[in-house]
């Protein structure tokens, strides 16, 4: 399967943005997908996720203000950022695993995206 990410952008801190993440070449369903960010100088940390059977995860630091969402019609994940802060700062990554379990090990998945920009002013 090969991902697309997209959608990043700068905004103020407060502001909100959309990441989608677009597949092709194989049924989407039968991924969980999860979305990952690495930051200047840091390791790649996991933000949120969902399962194929549509369970969501996340990340503590996003946790109430990032909704992953999936639309396997339109083989399109969605992660919605809102109350966004500068420390949101990062390339984001898709990424899709066709593990029965979910994981937000990234070394588990199998396919990525190509990563796209935020960045939060302050």
């Known amino acids: 399967v090969q991902l697309q990410a997209f959608g990043g952008g700068l905004v103020q801190a407060g502001g909100s943005l959309r990441l989608s993440c677009a597949a092709s070449?194989?049924?989407?369903?039968?991924?969980?997908v999860g979305w990952f960010r690495q930051a200047p100088g840091k390791e790649r940390e996991f933000v949120a996720g969902?399962?194929?059977?549509?369970?969501?995860y996340y990340a503590d630091s996003v946790k109430g203000r990032f909704t992953i969402s999936r639309d396997n019609a339109k083989n399109t994940v969605y992660l919605k950022m809102n109350s966004l802060i500068p420390e949101d700062t990062a390339v984001y990554y898709c990424?899709?695993?066709?593990?029965?379990?979910?994981?937000?090990?990234?070394?588990?998945?199998?396919?990525w995206g190509q990563g796209t920009q935020v960045t939060v002013s302050s």
């Open positions: 990424a899709a695993d066709g593990s029965s379990v979910f994981t937000t090990r990234s070394l588990r998945y199998d396919y």
């Open positions: 070449g194989r049924t989407f369903s039968i991924y969980g």
């Open positions: 969902i399962s194929r059977g549509g369970s969501t």
